[in-house]
DNA sequence: ACCGGGAGCGC
DNA sequence: AGGCGCTCCCGGT
């Protein structure tokens, strides 16, 4: 270090674990001035946080896993992982407990060696990748703060430096901190529990109630560009226009006057005008380094600009002032709230729906498909709502297609991209559990496997086809052992470390955590541990305490390590199959198909070989109520219940002959009846009506063809009412609520404060009915009754009108059977359009009542 | 059935 | 060593 005399010690984990290093080694062994990893002459060394004492001092201090998790987002921040995802290389991970053996050996010594050069590489790589350097320069540079500071990522800093800076400048007198013995004061008074997240000193942005469904129609993102930062501007939000010295606890303070521009405004309003000059610099910009700064520059201003918000609500801060924070959220909920109403209030055929948005965005279903119409609708949604706004800006953001909506902050669609005019679809997800880390990896293929079937753009049906197969395969090949066992990995980090734990016995990762500490590795807050669930392994003799699941997590190395030996006896680590499937596949599985009614969890279930009569209970209400519906339909044995059935829902069959002849008039009386038109020409069943038709009247099914055409006509007459209880759209029964959505599996209203049930607007007895109504057309039997039934009605009335009047007609012609005057061979084409109404029904059987054995097709 | 701790997302 | 909002799991009562 004397030599080089280095401008900038670099590592990754430098701060928690390499100064600290140094030193230890440092005093171990005797190494004479310590003091050089800084350059300032120190002659005591410090024994606790020697970053702080300025251990290092005179130099930068680069540590590129606290600068990743400020810069980019990843699952999780090991220099193994940044190298794959930021560099594309595939780092070699040495176990710490293999160290003392490899240094033994020169060969294992010069394997540490050599994995040690190739680290501090991949370290550099990724220092200048990042571009940590520069871009934490320029933060400092605009913010007037240390550079090691920056380094450090402290935000609350860096903003403090440049109010400081600027009030200063302004002649302000700028609050003092509080003191340490002030701090404590206050936090005695309050009261605080030292572990997990405080509770939410104010509240803070809005999230619409998501209309939960899947959106096969184009979706437009609008969003406020820097929300917070523009709300500032447009409000004239500032430490001396917010009398927040005027107010009681919790108070949201009224709007300050908007007619001057005072100093926090001017800052933000500063900071994005350079950002904007920065950017349009960037566009013209060919040369490719001018280009890298001048986008680090704008990076830089953006994250200024952004973080102000935040550290008004930070208790610790100098400028912490919360009355501010709150009135910046409250404003912000009100502009969310204002788009909205704005969005919808347009009109258009059809009219758009907000059916999403969380704290600055709306997302507005079109309707439509045609892209150029969608992004004309988002412009002018746009422009209505931005005109009141001197700063605020909404944009269209995104135009998604296909858009499976689940619940609030978890969505999965595709993002429609235009690129030398083609179109690409991209995969966006957001919050899904397959995006978290705390699933294993045979959780999240499943869940990439769905998606990518449901978002295919394919048929519904097919893609649940391949949603099924797919899993029954998965549960093939888990029974027969084909799985690696690195898909069983579950990863949950560490807030504490692992001895703080109050809970420690019922926290997997606890208790994994707590093991390695046993055996003498490093385990400590933020760190993250990976471990798999086996089968509880009590041989009976020892008391079974080990059943709980914790008791059963085991670190990934152990099972990874024993598949390595051969002695079958020493595998005595088993994944907990069973488990995997019941806690990590199904649930989000089932929570993915949601809103896919062409599918239920007891029929995914049932793909992974689960019993699906036990989870009957997650869509038991919904299910039930169905099954009683359809149930008291088939109780009913009326004959007559499809005498008055609505005219639409009735089959049109048109005659061929009159048809093809054109002898058609505009006369609807020219189509053929069906037998329910009871009071226009008594209960025959279906013969054509025209009187001068070249059929004779004969019977509608008067040969195969007919039968062919009418099962088709049955079909494409079928398929409207299959779609609309496919769509599974649901409203609420409370009279004044009229809350609609899209189907879930829940019965409870999610309109808020509303007490009331969801119901089905297209029930699965209406579907049912309208089969049955087929049916009756083709049942003989049934038309006899319903003939007798006629007659002895009509006799009735004969016999009254007779009473009173002499020349009553005796209108009793009707035959006595409805197979009278068919054609030969006709009884046989019936029976054959019955039974094809018939398995219709019974297809499409377990979709009226989930896997109820209403419709017994468990055969 | 309800509640709180813990984790990890979204914005 | 910025903020709050929102699931979701688990165990305890």
Redesign the pocket.
Known sequence: LQAIDPDVLLAHNLHRFHIELLLQRISATGVKHWSRIGRLRKTKMPTS?PV?RGAACGRLLCDTWVSAKELVHE?TYTLTELARTRLSITRQEIDPRQTPAKMRTSLGLLEMIDNACKDSWITFELMFTLAILPLTRQLTELCGNLWIRSL??????RNEYLLLHEFHKKKFIVPEPYTKREKMRLKGSTES?S????K??????L?LEPKKGFYEKLVLLL?YASLYPSLIQEYNICFTTVKHWELGEDEIPPEPNRNTESVLPSVIGHLLKRRRAVKSLLKDERNPDLRTSLDIRQKALKLVAN?MY??L????SRFYCKPM?ALI?ALGRKSLTTAKEKAEMTLYDPPVEVIYG????IMVHTGIDDLAKARKIGHEIRKIVNKPFRFMELELDAIYKDMLL?????YATNVVIERDGKVILERE???L?L????WCTLSKDAGNVLLDALLSGQPREEAVAKIHDYLTDLKKKLTANEIATGKFII??????DPKA???AK??P??QVALQMLKEGLFVRSGE?IPYIIVINRSGGTEASSDT???ARAVHVSKVLRQSEKTTPKEKFLHIDIEWYIT?QIL?PVA?LCEPIAETSPGQLAECLGLDPSKFHRTVAATASEDIDEANIELDRKDPERFSDYPREDRLPLRCRHCQLRGENDENETRKWKDIFNLEVDGAYMVRCHNQNCRCGNIDLVGDNDDIARIMNSIRVHFRPYLQRFYRRELQCDDPMCHTRTRAHWSTKCPTLGCQGNLVPMYSSSALYQQLSYYKSLFNLDEAEKRLNLERTKREEAYQIRLKSDSKAMKGIDLPLNPRDGLPKGSEKRFELLYNFVDDLMHTSGHHFVNLSNLFAFSQ
């Not at 450090?152 to 800093?157: D, G, N």
């Not at 939410?200 to 942005?205: D, L, T, V």
């Open positions: 946080h702080d699952k450090q990522s402290r935000r609350a800093e529990s572990s997990s997240r405080k939410a000193q104010y509240s803070g942005g999230v969003d973080s935040g550290c609500g930070f208790e610790n924070a959220t969380d704290t600055d965005s689940l619940r609030k902050k978890k997800v957001k919050g559990d995006v978290r880390r705390d990863t949950k980090g560490l807030t504490k734990y109050t809970d019922t926290q990762h606890v993250h709980s699941l914790a806690h649930p929570r």
